[in-house]
C-alpha cells in the first residue's frame, strides 16, 4: 500500500513536471509539442534520475558513517565539484561537457582525498575521520575556489555560482541518457550492501560478528555513493537536502531496513525533485530560480520538523 | 581429528601496533562442543585480545589459532558467523529498530544478498527469541528495553545465528543479581542442553567458579592457570593475580572468593 501510494506520487510528479511550464501547451499536444518533447521530459527524467542518486547516496552514507546527520556533501564532494567547475571558467574551457566534466573531476579528486585521509591510522575508514576529512576537503575547496573568484573579473563566474547553487536548465536527452547509463552500476551496488548497511549500524566489530565483511562493505558503499553523487553534481549542481530529507521521511515511514530503505529513498528522492524544479521554472516564470534554493526552502522547515519529532520522541 | 573441538588456539602470541609489550603471549585454550570456559583476569589482561585471536579477527604473531580444525584467518566472516554467535561488550545504536528486527540480523550470515527473508529465518528468530524468554519484547524498540532485557535480545540474536559456540564478552557487566543469575543459568542450559560450545569473559569470579566447567585465568596476557575451578582459584594464585587479599571458601563444591578489607596505603 505504501509502495503503491510512493509510485503512484513518482509518477504524478513526473505528469506534473511534463504538463506545467512558463509556456503553456495544451493537454491534446502533449505528445507532439516540441517544448515536451525536447525540453520538459528529458528535464523532468533528468530532475527524477538526480533526486533519485542524491536520495539512495544519502541514505547509504547516513548508514555508513553511523550518523543521521549525514547527506551526500558531507564528505567534500560538492567543494571539490565547485572548485572544477570554477576552474574551468576560469581556464575558458569551451565546450557543452566543459563545466560537468571539470565539476565530475573536482568531485572525484575531493572523493580521492577524503577516502585517502580516511584510512589514516589504520586500514578501516572510520566514520569520524572521514567527516572530519570531509569537512576539510571542502573548506580548503570552498577556499581556493573563492581565491579564483577574487581573481577573476569574468563575468561567467556569477553563472558558476548560480549553476553550483542546482539547476537542471542544462537538461537534454543526451544528459539524461549518460545518467541513465552511468547510475544502475553505483544503485545496483548500494542495493546489494543493503543488509550489511544494517549490521553496520551496530559497529564495525559487532557487524563483524554477524557475518559482514566490513571493510568492503565501507569501501563499496564509499565509493557508490560518491560517484552517484558526483555525477549528480556534474549535471545539476549543488542540489542541497534531498539527500538529507528524503532518506529521514523514508526512514520514518518504512524503518531502516536498508533493503526496502533505499528503493523508497530513491523514488522519494526523484519525486521531490521533479516537483522541486518544476517549482523553480513556474514560480517567477519567465525566470528560474536555482532549484537548489526551492529544495532549501522546503527542506529547511521539514527538517526543523523531524528534528522537533526528534527531541521529543 | 577431535570433531567436538571447536576453538583452539595453541601459543598464540600477539602485540597490537606500536604496544610497548605483548597483549597476549603463547597462551593456549581449547573449547569443545558441550563445553563452558570462563576467561577471567584483571582489566588490561588480554582477555578480549584472547577472544579477537580465536575468532580470526586479529592475526597471532606466533602461535596457532584454528575454528573446527581450520586456520581462523581462512574462515569468511560469512561462514564464521554461522559457526560462532557473538554478544560483544558494546555495540552502537544509530538508527532505532524493534526487538525482533534486530533479532533478524543474527540471520545475515545465512541469506543471500537478493533474497527476501524465508520463513525458516522467521522460524529461527521466534525460536531464540523464545529461548531467551524475550518473545513479549518482540515488538518493543531496543532503546525501552531495561539493562537485562537488552542483554536477553542480544543473546536471541546469537542464537538465531544457529551458532555451534556462544562468545560472551562481560554479558552482566551492568547486571542485578537476578539478571545476572538468569544469564548465566540460560548459558550453562544451553550448553547442557543444546550442547553448545560456551566462552565467557567476565569479572564475576564466584559465578566464573559456579558455573563453568573449565577457566582460563590470565595476568598481563599470560595464562596463569587453566583448569577445573577448583585447580585454578586458589587463593594464592587469586590474590597475585587480582593484587588483593581474599579468602576461598568453598560452596557447592566451587570455590567462592570473599575478598577481604585492606586500609589504602
Sequence with gaps: MKWLALIALALASLVCAVMLGPSHVPTAELFSS???????????????????????????????????????????????????????????????????????????????????????????????????????????????????????????????????????????????????????????????????????????????????????????????????????????????????????????????????????????????????????????????????????LVGVPVFTLLLRRWTTA | MDDRLILALAGVTFRYPDAARDAVTDVSLAVRDGECVALLGPNGSGKTTLLRLALGLLRPAQGEAAILGRAAALWSRRELARLVGVVPQREETSFPLRVRDAVLLGRYARLSPWSGERPEDRAAVERALAQCDATDLADRWLTTLSGGEFQRVRLARALAQEPRALVLDEPTASLDVRHEMELFERVRALVDRERLAAVVITHQVNLAARFADRVLLLADGRAVGQGTPAAVLTRETVERVFRWPVAIEPFDDRPQMIPLRQPLP
Design chain 1, 34 to 296: 516540441p517544448i515536451v518533447r525536447d525540453l520538459r521530459l528529458p528535464r523532468a527524467l533528468l530532475a527524477f534520475l538526480v533526486g533519485g542518486a542524491l536520495g539512495t547516496a544519502g541514505a547509504s552514507l547516513q548508514a555508513l558513517v553511523r550518523n543521521p546527520l549525514a547527506d551526500p556533501y558531507l564528505l567534500g564532494l560538492s567543494g571539490g565539484a565547485g572548485l572544477g567547475a570554477v576552474a574551468a571558467i576560469a581556464l575558458h574551457l569551451a565546450g557543452p561537457w566543459a563545466l560537468p566534466l571539470a565539476a565530475f573531476a573536482g568531485a572525484l579528486g575531493a572523493m580521492g582525498l577524503v577516502y585517502r585521509l580516511g584510512l589514516v591510522g589504520g586500514a578501516e575508514l572510520d566514520p569520524r575521520v572521514l567527516i572530519l576529512a570531509g569537512v576539510a576537503v571542502g573548506a580548503f575547496a570552498a577556499a581556493v575556489t573563492t581565491a579564483l573568484v577574487s581573481l577573476s573579473d569574468a563575468t561567467e563566474l556569477r553563472n558558476a555560482f548560480l549553476w553550483l547553487w542546482g539547476g537542471l536548465s542544462g537538461a537534454s536527452w543526451d544528459t539524461v541518457r549518460v545518467m541513465a547509463i552511468y547510475t544502475p552500476l553505483p544503485l545496483a551496488v548500494l542495493y546489494a550492501a543493503a543488509r550489511p548497511l544494517d549490521l553496520l549500524a551496530l559497529g564495525d566489530e559487532p557487524a563483524r560478528h554477524l557475518g559482514a565483511d566490513v571493510e568492503r562493505v565501507k569501501r563499496r558503499v564509499y565509493v557508490a555513493a560518491s560517484l552517484l553523487t558526483a555525477a549528480a553534481v556534474a549535471v545539476s549542481g549543488v542540489i542541497g537536502f534531498v539527500g538529507l530529507i528524503v532518506p529521514h521521511v523514508m526512514r520514518t515511514l518504512w524503518g531502516h531496513h536498508h533493503r526496502t530503505l533505499l528503493p523508497a529513498a530513491f523514488l522519494g528522492g526523484g519525486t521531490l525533485l521533479a516537483l522541486a524544479d518544476t517549482l523553480a521554472r513556474t514560480a517567477i516564470a519567465p525566470r528560474e530560480l536555482p532549484v537548489g534554493i526551492v529544495t532549501a
